[in-house]
Structure formats: structure tokens, C-alpha cells
């Protein structure tokens, strides 16, 4: 990986900050986060909610820093550059781009944002890019991939640097193309300033995160800051959902600045749209995809409706990036999506077990609908909340979960510091509400082996909350723990029985 050795003279005008020190050192390097200094890094001192990045400042000039961007005046015997900017977080993404040679420019960059459907549509971006014959990268919440080289991701969105630093190694390793999912909380947090995006994908806005946002007219405001040129460059091209309240009104704002908006849907009329949709647990989706370059038949093995929307998207974007329509279909007929999205337990029994992230009442809604249009049995359905995150939403899960489903277990998620109980009893509320039966166990292994247990022919176990995590975090402390084991250990166990 190349980083571009600039000096820190040029970064202070960039960031138009107060600048104090020698301007002729190079940087080459800028990090939050301390334990990543060395020699040549330049270190943005930020005050978060629980940590504060001036504490830190001693020690990261002793590991060879060069000096440190703040909100603060400079001490007075500071031995180093001191770039006193306004807004800190925001001067790391366009100091963190700088630094890096703005990889972003260099790449067909898509960002891809909405309450459902992210990673699945990441999945779909980089898998089509690679039908075309381009090698691409993509930062999802499950994995960071450049080509077949892979690491298991930290974050869904990561921290402005560490983005740009991903970006840079990519195009030296001869990406064209990198495709990212744009979390709510990271677009409002600055991480994905200053990045140049080609498209931009609005997949829908359901009911999540409201602990942070507050109201969904918030929660809105900070995911538009994707198109509307807050971020520092508007998209080549917005691709949104007009099927979802929310996408219209997007669609028709970014419309009347005189942006470029590509529609899709599967319930209106759109610029990319699905007829006739086929859906089987066996075989996958398929259904007429219509385009403003012509209509395809599409065999997917991906499951449901909610992954329609994510074809369409997918699709929408890589037109725009200029691939091929008939090396798309290719490649969506090969591409498996992201783990833990509708994915189904492989076993030779005669029900059906699934695992799923769903973890808001939206994405609930649509996975237990697209079960019950599969199923010919009944739904039993596994589900938690996680702790210290969105209380607004566990009511309404529970409701949705007792309203479509034929059992309910309630179980834990990742309680974190939350009390277990407390959070069930919040479920609970919902369920009541409903005339499904139900079942509160904790224990979530206990869960998913009872759910397992009393499952029938034809019969369909969601297992949801979790999807593709392989832990469970409980208190302060992190403990392996994946949905899909647990399943197949319950499912080993019957057959001893």
C-alpha cells in the first residue's frame, strides 16, 4: 500500500486549519485512534461519547507522531504540529483522503444506504463488477474484501481513515471498481465525507437506531446526506426505491435540485422494475427484470422479495457504471448474497430451518412474510433484541413476530449491559398483543434447540437477530456463539434421538 507522503503544511491548508509547527514534515498517515500512531502519523484528537482523544496526545507523539488535529488550542510547550480545525471528525475524513492520494476519485465508487438490505446489495454491487470483469472491494458489515483477499469487518462503516487507507490499497492492487455500505450513524459522524461516490443507492427507511436519531425525520435527514452534496460531492447518480415512502420522497427532492435519479421498484412505476416473481426455498427467485436497456429473465438463488428489491438496485447501479446487462444476469444467477440473509440451515429433515438478520420490525415483517408465501406448514419463530440500542423498536418486533408467526420464542440477543429479562419483558408487551403462543427462554442456545425440537413437516424455524455474527455479547464480554451452529447442533441431536 502507497500513501502519498505529503507534507503537513499541505493538510493544515486543506483543512483550512490555525497551524502551528514545522509545515515542511511529511505525514503519512492520520488515525483516531492511538494505538495505530507511529512515526509520521498525524493523530486527530476527537471527544466522543465515552473517550476523549487528547488524553492520548502524550502518548502518540512518544510512538513518533507529528502532530495532532483538534478543536483545542495548542498547549504551550507542545513539541509538534498542532492544527486547530472545527469541526475534528470532519477534518479527519479530508485529512484522511488527502493523505491518501483521494482513492475515491480513483474508483467507480458506489454507497449504498437504507435500514434493510445494505450488505445483500453490496454483495450483489461487487459480485456484478466482477461478472464485468473488473476487480472491486467492497466494506460491508460482514467482511472487507479487495479481490479474494478478505478480513472480518469491525464496523459496518468504517472510521474515515481507515476507509481511505482501504480505498488507497485497493487501487494499487488494481480495483476499478469498490462498493460500500454508508451507515446512518457514520454519515452523520463525518466518515463518509469527502469520498467521491459515482452512485449512490437508497434501499429503503424503516424504523431503527431511533436511540440515536430520535425521530425518523432525523434518521432521514442524516441518510439524504448521501445525495444532496453534504458529504462534499453530490453522486454521479442516485438510484433509490419509490416503493418505500420515504425513497419517493427522496427521489422527488434529489428530482427537483436536478440531480440524476434512477427508480426502482416491484409496486410502481420505475425505471427498473419485476413482473412475474417466482419464489421457491428450493430453487430461489426468479422473475422478468425490465430496464431502460431491455428485459431479462432472472434466475437468482437468493430468497424472497425484499432480495427483488436488492436485485433491482444492484442492477440499477452497475448500468450506471456501465456493465453489461447480460453479464449482470450471469453473474446475479451466481451470486449467493451476504451470509446470515435469509440463509438456509442445510439438513435431511422435512422442515425448513433459516437464519436472519432481521433485527427491526420492518425487516421481521418482510422475512416472516417471504416464509409464510414459502411454507405449507408453520412459522416457529426464534427472536431477541439487543441491548442498549433501540427500545422503541422490541414492542413493535414482538407484535410483527406474534402476528406472523404460528410460535413465538422469545429469547436474548446481545443483551450487552441491559438485563436480559428486562429486555423480554419489553417483547413481551408486543406479543401480548397478539393471539400467536409463545414462549420466553433466555437462554438463546436453549431457544433455538426447543424451536428446533417442536418443528414438523413442512414446518419453517426463522432464527432471526443475528444472521452472520459468530458472537453474543453479554455484560462487557464478547463469547463465540452462531446462530447456524447452534442450529445444526440441535438438528444433529434429533437425529440421535
Known amino acids: 500500500m502507497s500513501l502519498q507522503n505529503v507534507t503537513i503544511g499541505a493538510v493544515a491548508e486543506a483543512l483550512n486549519a490555525e497551524f502551528s509547527g514545522d ?7 492520520v488515525t483516531h485512534d492511538s494505538r495505530q500512531a507511529q512515526t509520521g502519523t498525524l493523530f486527530a484528537a476527537i471527544r466522543g461519547l465515552t473517550m476523549d482523544g487528547h488524553r492520548f496526545i502524550d502518548d502518540v507523539m512518544r510512538r513518533g507522531a507529528v502532530g495532532v488535529i483538534s478543536e483545542s488550542d495548542a498547549p504551550e510547550d507542545f513539541e509538534g504540529a498542532w492544527l486547530k480545525v472545527a469541526d475534528a471528525r470532519e477534518s479527519l475524513a479530508k485529512a484522511a483522503a488527502v493523505i491518501n492520494g483521494n482513492p475515491s476519485h480513483e474508483l467507480k465508487l458506489v454507497g ?13 454491487c ?35 481513515s481507515d476507509t481511505n487507507r482501504f480505498l488507497r490499497e485497493a487501487v494499487d492492487d488494481g480495483c476499478k471498481t469498490a462498493v460500500m455500505e454508508t451507515s446512518s450513524q457514520a454519515i452523520d459522524l463525518h466518515r463518509c ?14 424504523r431503527d437506531h431511533l436511540d440515536y436519531h430520535l425521530t425518523m425525520e432525523n434518521y ?35 428530482k427537483e435540485t436536478g440531480q ?33 436497456q431491455g428485459e431479462r429473465q432472472v434466475t437468482s438463488p437468493l430468497v424472497g422479495k425484499p432480495h427483488v428489491y436488492n436485485i433491482l438496485s444492484a442492477t440499477a447501479a452497475a448500468l450506471e457504471l456501465g456493465f453489461d446487462l447480460d453479464l449482470c444476469v450471469k453473474g446475479l444467477e451466481k451470486c449467493i448474497g451476504a451470509p446470515g440473509r435469509f440463509e438456509r440451515v442445510e439438513h435431511d429433515g422435512n422442515f425448513a430451518v433459516v437464519v436472519d438478520y432481521a433485527h427491526s420490525d420492518d425487516a421481521l415483517l418482510n422475512t416472516l412474510k417471504t416464509a409464510k408465501e414459502l411454507t405449507k406448514g408453520r412459522i416457529i419463530t426464534v427472536f431477541g433484541c439487543g441491548g442498549d440500542r433501540d427500545k422503541t423498536k422490541r414492542v413493535p418486533m414482538g407484535e410483527v413476530a406474534g402476528r406472523n408467526s404460528d410460535l413465538v420464542i422469545a429469547t436474548s440477543d446481545n443483551p450487552r449491559t441491559e438485563d436480559p429479562l428486562k429486555i423480554l419483558e419489553e417483547i413481551e408487551v408486543g406479543l401480548k398483543n397478539t393471539n400467536c403462543p409463545y414462549q420466553v427462554i433466555s437462554d438463546r442456545r436453549e431457544a433455538i434447540h426447543q424451536a428446533i425440537f417442536k418443528a414438523k413437516e413442512n414446518d419453517v424455524v426463522i432464527i432471526a437477530g443475528k444472521g452472520h455474527e459468530t458472537y453474543q455479547i453479554v455484560g462487557n464480554e464478547k463469547y463465540h456463539f452462531d446462530d447456524r451452529e447452534i442450529a445444526i447442533e440441535a438438528l444433529d441431536k434429533i437425529k440421535e434421538e
Open 193 to 206: 465525507d469527502w469520498l467521491r461516490f459515482k452512485v449512490g443507492i437508497f434501499t429503503n427507511l424503516t
Open 23 to 29: 509545515k515542511d514534515k511529511t505525514v503519512s498517515d
Open 112 to 124: 449504498i444506504t437504507g435500514t434493510n438490505g445494505k450488505t445483500t446489495t453490496t454483495y450483489l
Open 260 to 292: 440524476k435519479v434512477v427508480t426502482f421498484a416491484q409496486n410502481n412505476e420505475a425505471d427498473l422494475t419485476a413482473e412475474n416473481i417466482e419464489i421457491s426455498l428450493v430453487s430461489g427467485t426468479s422473475f422478468l427484470l425490465k430496464t431502460p
Open 220 to 254: 432521514y435527514a442524516a441518510k439524504k446526506k448521501l445525495f444532496d452534496g453534504s458529504l462534499g460531492e453530490k453522486p454521479a447518480a442516485s438510484v433509490v426505491n419509490i416503493d418505500d415512502a420515504w425513497g419517493a420522497k427522496l427521489a422527488q427532492e434529489l
Open 126 to 160: 461487487f459480485a456484478l463488477a466482477e461478472a464485468n470483469n473488473e476487480k472491486a472491494a467492497m466494506l460491508t458489515t460482514v467482511e472487507y474484501r479487495i479481490g479474494e483477499k478478505s478480513v472480518p469487518a469491525i464496523r459496518t462503516t468504517p472510521e474515515a
